[in-house]
């Protein structure tokens, strides 16, 4: 079958932000829950946050390489969808920003391990918004009094929270800084408080800063301060279109998918 081109349509939910790929071209409509899919005739990724652009992005690329089927996504933080494959949620692939949500669903027997690998990395960078004059240069910086609200990712269980937190922690200024902490239930959810100028300051990753013309980054974050960023993904081992499955995760790690990602900032891990 020759190369389709991937299209979508976008649905709000309350914890998630989902879309549906149809094959062939056509655009189709997302339930408001997802619920089993026929065998064989779609395939219902849930994703990181942070991965919502390129994804979408990948998604009208023309390739051979490309699953002939529906592919319905949903970003949210990755502890969330984490839990909701542990509560039974109907999911193909999971593409997590972080080992630690993978590895608690490995010990239970949700994946196939065969199939688990780590498809990207990411860099953690400090943001403010474009318009303030806030003279920030470094997480130091922090502590001054013009900076009064940092967002940060919900540490419990979004995987961007955790890493800042590490970063403050090992440089030893987590303890001043608490008072001045708003948490926020994904990584996106950070940006746009910086964005609108809600909060002073923001940690994201280096993917969602250059998405945005609405803010400067200000410095990067040492990797020897925080855990590896590492996005692994995995097959479900409840899934229905496990064959669909492999493929799609063949086409991410392809030069197609891998050009688009390494567009967005993200990186390849060492092999």
């Not at 990411?122 to 303030?132: F, G």
């Not at 900076?147 to 937190?165: D, H, K, T, W």
């Not at 086409?251 to 197609?256: A, Q, V």
Request: proline share 7%.
């Amino acid at each position: 079958m020759g190369a389709q081109r991937w299209r979508y349509g976008l649905l709000a939910g309350l914890v998630a932000i989902a879309c549906t790929i149809g094959f062939p071209p056509f655009l189709s409509l997302l339930a408001p829950q997802l619920s089993p899919p026929a065998k064989g005739s779609e395939l219902l990724v849930a994703a990181a946050a942070s991965l919502q652009n390129p994804l979408q992005e990948i998604t009208t690329l023309e390739s051979v390489d490309a699953p002939k089927m529906t592919v319905r996504y949903t970003f949210a933080a990755s502890g969330a969808l984490q839990r909701q494959i542990e509560q039974g949620a109907p999911i193909d692939v999971f593409i997590s920003a972080a080992q630690k949500p993978m590895q608690l669903l490995q010990k239970q027997g949700l994946v196939l391990p065969e199939t688990q690998t780590e498809l990207l990395t990411n860099q953690l960078v400090l943001i403010v918004p474009k318009i303030a004059d806030s003279n920030i240069t470094s997480f130091q910086d922090l502590l001054k009094p013009t900076i009064q609200r940092l967002a940060i990712g919900e540490p419990r269980s979004v995987p961007a929270g955790q890493y800042a937190i590490e970063v403050l922690q090992n440089l030893g200024i987590l303890d001043q800084l608490q008072s001045k902490l708003v948490l926020s239930n994904n990584v996106k959810a950070v940006l746009t408080a910086v964005e609108t100028g809600n909060v002073d300051a923001g940690i994201v990753y280096l993917t969602d800063a250059q998405g945005s013309n609405q803010v400067i980054v200000t410095c990067t974050a040492d990797p020897e301060l925080h855990s590896h960023i590492i996005y692994p993904v995995a097959v479900l081992r409840s899934s229905q279109s496990i064959p669909q499955a492999k493929q799609y995760l063949k086409f991410l790690k392809g030069e197609l998918a891998q050009a688009v990602f390494k567009r967005y900032g993200f990186g390849v891990p060492a092999a």
